[in-house]
């Protein structure tokens, strides 16, 4: 490629005038000047070979990211909403690893994905658990915890994030990445309220189901709440005036089992 004529053009918007140029979705706007190219071929030709590899690369990374969403539409269907989404919303920045935070709002309203209501939050499920992949294990000392009255305190795992949505997408998730045809047809696709823990340790991510009781009790220690407002938040309003026996029966059976929790001495109990 041979430098501008144009003197006044600068290096930057060229290459930005190129990046225009590869991920346009018309031919007009992919032209460049053939002054611009040196060769044995056609500019257009290199620059089609370099659309391709750079079109390419972006699906391929959102794939990494999005398997089960892949997966379940297929690949061919997969990349036409990736070349899209990466057309409309191209990267901002080299690591392509955390490319894709826009895709589960992109297609959510894609055309031919209406029999699927449930892949927007399937797709932010796997964002969601994609980006804690990427995360670091945090030290202790950065673990948020809850002191109790009796000396101890619950120390939780670091990270250690809250995720909702309407539909069973961990359940989704799992039967599309196992490829098992007939436990996705036995799951229930009902809009509801599902709540999931996902944490990271050495040993990759855990995902575990959580009751609205639970999850509103954690959201609560998330936002730095002693364990009287914490179980006050736990409590929300559920019929029949049983609300401490329900939240005491949720921590036991959801929180306190899982392995993202533990109960030690707290600093200065006694």
């Given amino acids: 490629m041979h430098a501008p004529s144009d ?31 040196a060769g044995a071929h056609d500019g257009a ?13 972006l699906a391929n990374a959102l794939r990494q990211s999005f398997v089960a969403v892949d ?6 269907f997969f990349d036409r909403m990736a070349v ?6 191209p990267p ?21 994905t ?4 449930y892949l927007k939050e399937l797709a932010q499920f796997e964002w969601q ?19 109790l009255d009796n000396g101890l305190r619950l120390l939780f795992a670091a990270p250690l994030w809250l995720h909702a949505s309407r539909f069973p997408v961990e359940a989704l998730r799992a039967a599309i990445l196992a490829d098992d045809a007939g436990a996705l047809q036995a799951i229930d696709i009902v809009p509801g309220a599902f709540h999931w823990a996902l944490w990271r340790s050495e040993q990759g991510v855990h995902v575990r189901a959580l009751g609205p009781a639970s999850a509103r009790f954690l959201a609560a220690v998330f936002d730095g709440a002693d364990v009287a407002a914490a179980l006050a938040a736990a409590e929300g309003s559920p019929p029949g005036g049983q609300a401490a026996e329900i ?12 392995g993202f929790v533990r109960i030690e001495k707290a600093e200065g109990g006694a």
């Fill in 114 to 117: 209406e029999a699927l209501p």
């Fill in 71 to 76: 997966r379940l539409v297929g690949e061919a």
């Fill in 92 to 112: 901002r920045a080299p690591q392509l690893d955390e490319y894709g935070a826009g895709f589960p709002d992109f297609i959510a309203a894609f055309p031919g």
């Fill in 7 to 37: 003197p006044v053009q600068s290096l930057e918007a060229l290459q930005a005038r190129m990046a225009e140029a590869l991920l346009a979705p018309d031919a007009s706007a992919q032209a460049m000047p053939e002054s611009l190219f």
């Fill in 247 to 258: 939240v005491a029966q949720a921590l036991a059976q959801e929180i306190m089992p899982a």
């Fill in 129 to 147: 658990f994609a980006a804690l992949a990427r995360c670091r294990v945090a030290a202790e000392s950065a673990a948020p915890s809850l002191r």
């Fill in 84 to 89: 899209e989404f990466a057309r409309a919303r």
């Fill in 45 to 57: 030709v290199g620059l089609r070979v370099h659309r391709n590899t750079v079109l390419g690369a």
